[in-house]
């Protein structure tokens, strides 16, 4: 009885020291668990700067969608009259760097963004924005001092989300009181990543398996003379800029009517032709502008007619009884075709030139 007696207060003691204990750590690591206890008289001014940080962090996401998954644009590089294409296209006033393209020297050229190089740019526009373009003015009007230190940024894309820690020491105090705070997290909402994720596998597609340039050659048999045999003793001309002005307007036309599989777009018999084998879960657009920077040119051709010369008109051939016109045309065409990938009011984009060489 008496051993049971010093077992029951030695389970006792345990539990006391175990309630002191959980006492102790949650006050000494209740701001690490929590976040520290900012009075409510100062916490309008904390969540006003928590506002700013999420405001410039989409922005940048906003940004970095339209220009190709790049914030910071390197300095533009011009084309040439070999290959007119710079190191952007100018899609609506923003500069949208090619992931791939003919440099003015006619080498190739990529430029397509890691997740890594996407997450330092996000967060290099937030520490050079964020304090700047955050005003305290209302609270100073209202007794508030306010001591902000310059701000260090960690970006983490996500499928559904982008998570920034600001590393920034907040210091607001009014008469007696004050709040410090310098760590500052926000979550914001989007599907930048699942976009990133798509484009990077349709550009894995083109590079895999060419589909642009197979639909361009598909294209080009199609509207345009290339080789074959006019029953003619006339022979045929055709006007050259009329067949490039025929060739970009085919191309518009049937670049914008390529889609993807996936759950946004199902295929029926009538329109598998321009079905990509790549399943997507977002609306995707190609598309092409024939104002856009666009190389043409026709080995056989001048620079106005086309001629394919009749075959049977010569002395001693009139015994065959018929005429024949053989043509023959060698094209290389280069245009830029910009992808799009939508998911609600998001959108990432970026472009590619494709190169039909020599048919």
């Not at 970006?155 to 004050?178: H, M, R």
């Not at 993807?260 to 092409?288: A, I």
Request: proline fraction near 5%; hydrophobic fraction near 40%; charged fraction near 20%.
């Amino acid at each position: 009885m008496i051993f049971d007696k010093k077992g029951q207060v030695a389970i006792f003691v345990i539990i006391a020291l175990v309630i002191v204990g959980g006492i102790l750590v949650f006050f000494v690591f209740r701001e690490q668990l929590f976040g520290p206890s900012i009075p409510a008289e100062f916490r309008p001014v904390f969540d006003y700067y928590k506002s700013c940080i999420e405001e410039e962090t989409r922005a940048a996401i906003d940004l970095a969608g339209s220009q190709g998954g790049r914030i910071f644009v390197e300095p533009y590089i011009p084309g040439s009259e070999y290959a007119p294409f710079s190191s952007q296209l100018n899609f609506l006033g923003f500069p949208v760097p090619y992931w791939y393209y003919l440099s003015g020297n006619g080498l190739i050229k990529e430029n397509v963004p890691t997740k890594t190089e996407i997450q330092d740019e996000i967060s290099q526009y937030v520490e050079e924005r964020v304090n700047e373009n955050c005003n305290f003015d209302n609270f100073y009007t209202k007794g508030f001092f306010i001591n902000l230190s310059s701000p260090s940024a960690k970006t983490t894309i996500n499928d559904a989300n982008i998570v920034v820690d600001v590393s920034s020491n907040l210091v607001v105090s009014k008469e007696e009181g004050s709040a410090r705070l310098s760590s500052h997290n926000v979550d914001v909402k989007s599907n930048f990543g699942k976009l990133y994720a798509t484009a990077r596998e349709i550009y894995a597609k083109e590079k895999s398996a060419a589909f642009l340039e197979n639909y361009s050659v598909d294209v080009l048999r199609t509207y345009a003379p290339v080789d074959g045999v006019e029953l003619s003793c006339s022979g045929k001309v055709w006007k050259t800029r009329e067949v490039m002005s025929e060739l970009k307007e085919a191309l518009m036309a049937n670049v914008a009517a390529i889609k993807f599989k996936g759950d946004y777009y199902t295929s029926t018999k009538e329109n598998k032709y321009f079905v990509v084998d790549l399943p997507v879960t977002q609306q995707v657009n190609l598309v092409y502008s024939a104002a856009w920077p666009t190389k043409i040119e026709i080995g056989g051709a001048d620079d106005e007619l086309m001629t394919a010369e009749p075959v049977g008109t010569q002395e001693g051939l009139g015994v065959m009884g018929f005429c024949y016109a053989p043509y023959h045309f060698v094209y290389d065409i280069s245009y830029p075709v910009l992808v799009q990938v939508l998911d609600g009011n998001e959108i990432f984009q970026f472009p590619v030139v494709v190169v039909v060489d020599k048919n």
